[in-house]
């Protein structure tokens, strides 16, 4: 069976500092993965999606970036947070890419201060 | 670009009565619809997926696709307090997939 781990579980920093977010799924080899952001009670943006590793596609701007070191593994990230990075992060594997079901995994909750 | 809209933004309905929650999509090209249940705190989990027009169903969830019609339903009968949560429609679109705002649906005892 496939899990989908993620890293932290919250976190709570300081506006102007980096960030860096995880997530592993095992079980899958070759996952789509996916990178959403969800504000309170929201609906999902996404962020980012990657076919396979080293490559990673953006598909809105939030002064993030994200990155795919492993099969099994995707990283956000960012230099400098923003007050309107808070909120609900969501990595997502699926076997095709944006035509099939999605799989999320648990969630990091972040807050900027 | 790709609109999902969702109808009602709540819905309150007692226990064991019938939930039915509706979505509105803009691209006529779309061909794969999900709906998705997330609980409070929790990552969202896929309910149920429908690929062609119609009605599918699977245990206490019905999924109704009208593509003509921009359209796709999910109705809840017998419905549970655990099924209290916030469900999701998601429409592919573009080689994107684009999640509407979200019905809030509340289960009473």
């Known amino acids: 069976a ?9 976190e709570i920093k300081a506006v102007g500092s980096p960030l ?7 079980g899958k080899s070759s996952p789509n993965l996916y990178w959403y952001w969800q504000a309170t009670g929201g609906t999902l943006q996404q962020l980012f999606y990657s076919i396979t590793v080293g490559q990673v596609e953006s598909v ?11 099969d099994d593994q995707f990283i956000l ?10 909120g609900f992060y969501l990595c997502a594997w699926s076997l095709h890419l944006h035509q099939d079901t999605q799989y999320f995994g648990p969630g990091t909750r972040l807050l900027v201060l | 670009q790709q609109k999902v809209q969702q109808s009602p933004e709540s819905l309150i309905v007692p226990e ?19 709906w998705y249940r997330q609980h409070s705190g929790e990552g969202p989990k896929a309910l149920m997926s429908i690929f062609s027009n119609g009605d599918k169903k699977e245990g206490r969830f019905t999924a ?19 099924d209290s949560a ?12 684009f999640f509407g705002d979200g019905t ?5 005892p």
């Open chain 1, 77 to 86: 990230s960012t230099e400098k947070l923003l007050l309107s990075h808070s």
């Open chain 2, 16 to 34: 064991g009565g019938m939930a039915s929650l509706n979505c509105t999509f803009s691209d006529r090209n779309s061909q794969y619809f999900w």
């Open chain 1, 2 to 10: 496939q899990t989908i781990h993620q890293w932290p579980v919250a």
């Open chain 2, 104 to 108: 809030q649906l509340v289960v009473k």
């Open chain 1, 20 to 26: 860096s977010l995880g997530c592993t799924i095992k």
């Open chain 1, 60 to 70: 809105v701007q939030l002064n993030l970036s994200a990155s795919r070191p492993k």
């Open chain 2, 86 to 97: 916030l469900y999701f429609c998601a429409v592919n679109s573009n080689n994107r997939i």
């Open chain 2, 64 to 82: 109704h696709l009208n593509k003509a019609s921009l359209h796709v339903s999910l109705h809840i009968k017998d419905s549970q307090p655990s």
